[in-house]
């Protein structure tokens, strides 16, 4: 077995590495028993990553002589609510793990989110483990530090900034996953290309069926990802300015989630995603950014992995042009009640764009949803 790929992420005191390939479930006691030797931990996970993956890292922890609880929650965009965070927090005041303890995440997106943030306000903060088993966690949420719930105006509107002290990326663990759960993170590694790393977008669309079919280009593909992130992270940790571009697609994308409800039937965050990426270079392309030929190469590429790329495609439609814009409106990247996008000049040219007109986006959204429905190409599926 080759050894695998490690990224740093460079924050001081607070710098950390992220370790990418296969077989590290089974390596974890030993590396976490080598950050906090004889710490207890309370781990965060979902009932289908228990059932498929808790037994081997069990049999790791013990291994190392890790003492070890677990609290489980229901899979789902809905755990990320304030009714389970608060009874994620009290499970794990009831493991009695104390500061010098640690939490684990172990899961994908959602328990990232969940148990980072409780990992930031228990005992005033505790040190966690990331420890993500889908391709959107490795590549995005698990790295740099941003955890978090939903509230009822919208998505990750509740959290804090809290660094992990470890990320570990098994990639054998990516092979349980559907082959929807997987292409919703592939929208991910995408965004990366898309960006600010042209040559990276180009490498995608020649070499996405290894990607997917796993082995050493998926691994480069999420290593290429988590050193972009890492990079971002490092020079702005708390999104004061460049790291917002990690948000490509997600302000259309996050409105997208919030008018349908969550409901991952319907669509699931890296769906959300590349339909919002490419209503970002259409809406780029509107305003004369960049040409109409960026929008359709990157709509093309999405399409041919099997995402979907316009708001017609999702099962049940998604509400109205003013549904949309009152979840715009509630957007972390809102400033005074200034719009505020990432828009883009062309492939891998993105960029933050201040005070977007309202009505110049209520007008595009319209116009998309006045598309219709289609049948064609439906987002669900196996």
């Known amino acids: 077995m080759t050894s695998p790929i490690t990224v740093p992420v460079v924050l001081g005191e607070r710098s950390y590495e992220i370790s990418i390939g296969p077989g590290l479930l089974a390596e974890a006691g030993t590396r976490i028993a080598a950050l906090a030797p004889q710490a207890r931990l309370a781990i965060v996970t979902d009932t289908n990553v228990a059932g498929l993956h808790l037994a081997t890292l069990a049999e790791s922890l013990d291994r190392a002589g890790l003492a070890h609880q677990t609290v489980t929650v229901e899979p789902g965009e809905a755990s990320k609510s304030f009714t389970t965070f608060a009874r994620v927090c009290e499970d794990l005041i009831a493991t009695r793990v104390e500061r010098g303890d640690l939490v684990v995440a172990f899961g994908g997106g959602v328990i990232g989110d969940l148990a980072g943030f409780a990992a930031a306000v228990i005992r005033r903060g505790m040190r966690f483990v990331q420890i993500p088993t889908s391709l959107l966690a490795q590549v995005d949420s698990s790295v740099g530090g941003k955890t978090g719930i939903n509230s009822r105006h919208g998505k990750n509107l509740v959290g804090a900034f809290h660094q992990p002290s470890l990320v570990l990326a098994d990639t054998s663990v990516l092979d349980t996953l559907s082959k ?5 993170g592939y929208a991910e590694v995408a965004k990366y290309g898309l960006i600010n790393d042209a040559a990276f977008f180009g490498w995608l669309e020649r070499r996405w069926r290894d990607v997917m079919a796993g082995g050493a280009a998926r691994e480069e593909a999420i290593a290429i990802s988590c050193r ?8 702005d940790e708390t999104e004061t300015g460049e790291r917002a571009l990690l948000n490509l697609g997600h302000t259309f994308g996050h409105a997208l989630e919030a008018v349908t409800g969550y409901d991952s039937r319907r669509l699931v965050h890296g769906e959300g995603v590349a339909i919002g990426m490419v209503l970002a270079h259409e809406f780029s392309a509107r305003l004369g950014l960049c ?22 495609q999702i099962p049940g439609g998604a509400g109205s042009a003013d549904a949309l814009m009152t979840a715009i409106t509630q957007d972390k990247k809102v400033k005074r009640g200034r719009l505020t996008f990432i828009l883009t000049r062309g492939i891998g040219e993105s960029f933050i764009a201040d005070d977007v007109d309202p009505a110049a986006v209520r ?3 319209a116009e998309k949803l006045a598309d219709g429905p289609d049948a064609a190409a439906p987002v669900t599926g196996p």
């Open 363 to 365: 007008h595009f959204l």
């Open 228 to 235: 972009s992130k890492a990079g971002i992270v490092a020079r």
């Open 180 to 184: 929807r759960e997987f292409r919703a």
């Open 291 to 312: 040409s109409q030929e960026t929008p359709s190469r990157v709509a093309a590429h999405l399409a041919e992995v099997g995402l979907p790329t316009r708001i017609g």
